[in-house]
């Protein structure tokens, strides 16, 4: 069973939108954490946030926020007034605490700044 | 602080060859994850090394194994290759031994393998 959805698989936004990138993840556990990674066009993936099941807070970093709920399911990530340079794949991911340091990542969403 | 090294970065390898990858994780990491990135699987677990020891392990066939050395650097190795084994594959390092789900990974650029 697929564990993380990412249901957007491209967005294209014009420079200085702001823009949201949607999550849905799938588990068990009472105790697991969720991510974002970036990738671009060289390959690695780059972490951006972290999040454990217990905190529920959402925050902001520069330009990077984003929106935990536990009753929807949701882990959004939102990135501020963006540029060119955020140009690339982002990908959402879940670790368990059962299945320890396993990622189930999603299918990445492919975002596209047009200058 | 030297990141996570992957090499080769490309590699064209023929039907039925086996093929070795490398990774050197971040000085002081001991955890090595290997993952598989396809377009059409996505992004799939292959094993988690810590401490020299196999901790986890993807859905994959027995033709994908791994190991790692006392200094935590670990490769991967496919035998038979099948041109469905073509992929980027990714190395990522964590840090420290226990609690390490709330960590994150760092990820090297990719080996991108190519079966001919």
């Known amino acids: 069973a697929q564990k993380v959805t990412q249901a957007q698989t491209e967005i294209s936004v014009v420079e200085k939108e702001d823009v949201t990138l949607d999550c849905v993840y799938e588990?068990?556990?009472?105790?697991?954490?969720l991510f974002w990674y970036k990738q671009p066009p060289s390959g690695e993936l780059v972490f951006l946030i972290r999040?454990?099941?217990?905190?529920?807070q959402n925050e902001i970093s520069g330009r990077y926020s984003w929106n935990f709920q536990k009753s929807t399911s949701s882990f959004n990530f939102t990135i501020t007034a963006s540029q060119v340079v955020d140009s690339a794949v982002y990908f959402c991911?879940?670790?368990?605490?059962?299945?320890?340091?396993?990622?189930?990542f999603g299918t990445g969403t492919s975002l596209t700044v047009i200058p | 602080k030297a990141g996570v090294t992957q090499t080769p970065r490309y590699l064209i390898k023929t039907r039925g060859q086996q093929v070795t990858l490398s990774c050197s994780p971040i000085?002081?990491?001991?955890?090595v994850s290997w993952y598989q990135q396809t377009p059409g699987q996505g992004l799939q677990f292959l094993f988690e090394?810590?401490?020299?020891?196999?901790?986890n392990k993807g859905n994959f066939p027995g033709r994908f194994s791994g190991r790692q050395f006392s200094n935590s650097r670990s490769e991967m190795n496919v035998s038979t290759l099948e041109l469905g084994d073509s992929a980027l594959y990714l190395c990522?390092?964590?840090?420290?031994?226990?609690?390490?789900?709330?960590?994150?990974?760092?990820f090297g650029q990719g080996t991108r393998l190519t079966v001919v």
């Open positions: 588990t068990r556990d009472t105790t697991y954490y």
């Open positions: 990522a390092s964590r840090a420290q031994g226990t609690g390490l789900m709330n960590t994150e990974a760092f």
């Open positions: 991911a879940l670790s368990e605490a059962r299945t320890g340091n396993q990622f189930y």
């Open positions: 090394y810590f401490s020299e020891t196999q901790r």
């Open positions: 999040r454990n099941s217990f905190d529920e």
């Open positions: 000085s002081g990491h001991r955890s």
